[in-house]
């Protein structure tokens, strides 16, 4: 079956240092990606995605590529922010299954300043 | 913008008691979705509807039944709550199959507590 495994947390950074977290994923055909974020107290909400290989996700200083040949997506940013504390989770979804996302156990960032 | 919501932030009951979760979407969205979120356990899905009165099993349905009588809501019911069902429930909705978009818009969770 479908499976993301993400890097394990928590990961502690310093205000504008560099951020990756590593997801990679096991599924058939061609799957979606995706990376989430939960905020303390929320629900999540999609920080970006990409739909084919070689695509890359942005947003908000944030990228992912789809590299279909190593399963992998990691996320980056260059200058993390005490905002961008949060949990983050890899998630992937295909239509062959109806839409459903398998998701990775998330992982928890806290930027200090 | 998408907008999920739900009934509740924050909910305490006893055990045995019948328990309803409201989760309304504002987008026509075919695919509704609960579920439940754990510290170290992830997310896990509880129960899935990918159209009216259609639901599907999800990874842990056991104690819980689902409803979705018109489109835009999707209610999860705890029959019979039990202590061990304490948890964060997060409600999401997607495009679906005719879209052919499955990025997950989520409510903001409902905090329960069963005493």
């Known amino acids: 079956g479908d499976s993301v495994t993400q890097m394990e947390g928590p990961v502690t950074l310093s205000e504008e240092a560099f951020l990756t977290i590593n997801c990679t994923y096991t599924?058939?055909?061609?799957?979606?990606l995706f990376w989430y974020v939960q905020y303390p107290g929320e629900g999540l909400q999609l920080l970006l995605k990409?739909?084919?290989?070689?695509d890359k996700g942005s947003n908000k200083g944030f990228e992912a590529t789809y590299r279909k040949e190593t399963t992998s997506f990691h996320l980056e940013k260059g200058s993390v922010q005490v905002s961008d504390s949060a949990v983050y989770f890899c998630?992937?979804?295909?239509?062959?299954?109806?839409?459903?996302?398998?998701f990775g156990d998330g992982t928890t960032l806290t930027v200090k300043p | 913008d998408v907008k999920v919501t739900q009934s509740s932030r924050y909910l305490v009951k006893r055990t045995g008691e019948k328990v309803f979760l409201e989760c309304v979407q504002d987008?026509?969205?075919?695919?509704m979705f609960w579920y439940r979120q754990d510290p170290g356990l992830g997310l896990r899905l509880i129960y899935f509807?990918?159209?009216?009165?259609?639901?599907e099993k999800g990874d842990i349905p056991e104690g819980y039944s689902v409803s979705r009588e018109k489109k835009e809501r999707f209610s999860l019911i705890l029959e019979s709550a039990s202590t061990n069902q304490t948890s964060m429930y997060l409600c999401?909705?997607?495009?679906?199959?005719?879209?052919?978009?499955?990025?997950?818009?989520f409510g903001p969770g409902t905090r329960l507590l069963v005493l």
């Open positions: 999401a909705s997607s495009l679906g199959l005719a879209g052919r978009s499955w990025t997950q818009y």
């Open positions: 509807s990918y159209d009216v009165k259609m639901k």
């Open positions: 998630a992937l979804s295909r239509w062959t299954n109806a839409g459903k996302s398998t």
């Open positions: 990409a739909t084919k290989a070689d």
């Open positions: 599924a058939t055909g061609y799957p979606s």
């Open positions: 987008m026509d969205h075919e695919n």
